[in-house]
């Protein structure tokens, strides 16, 4: 089983009405489930970090038991929480700490996780989410 996740957070005045932004699809490209949520007035950063961790609760949630035979694939136009969750960049920010640890939880109910970063143009849906829940929050 192979799932992508499609991960996007917005703010408008970082920090401001923040809303984060997931789709998951299987191998297929069908849409497995979505994710669209209203933070209140947040970071982008944090933003950026809970669609992640929403989409991966949710998918783990989803396939219960057989998460564990799952690869997954992150994808997002967010180099800060790529390079973050790759261990590649330090995450300074103490209001990021606690929820990368959480990602980080998560990451072990499946069998492979890898976040890879990708150009805005192939992350519309999950722009459209963020934004979605954005306006709704509004």
């Keep these: ?4 996740i499609y991960g996007d957070g917005g703010s408008r005045g970082n920090p401001g009405p923040a809303g984060s932004g997931a789709i998951v699809r299987d191998e297929s490209g069908e849409t497995v489930l ?14 950026e970090y809970t669609a992640i961790l929403r989409a991966l609760e949710r998918l783990s949630d989803h396939l219960g038991k057989n998460a564990k035979e799952a690869d997954i694939r992150v994808c997002m136009d967010s180099m800060l929480v790529v390079k973050q969750m790759r261990s590649e960049w330090k995450l300074k920010h103490p209001g990021l ?15 492979t996780v890898s976040f890879e970063h990708v150009y805005r143009d192939f992350n519309k849906d999950a722009d459209r989410l963020a934004n979605e829940a954005m306006d709704r929050g509004a």
Excluded: I, Q, W
Aim: no cysteine; charged share 15%; hydrophobic share 50%.
């Design 1 to 4: 089983m192979r799932f992508t």
């Design 34 to 47: 979505t994710v669209s949520e209203f933070l209140g007035v947040a970071t982008n950063n944090v933003a």
């Design 97 to 111: 700490k606690p929820l990368a640890a959480r990602v980080g939880e998560l990451v072990t109910h499946f069998n």
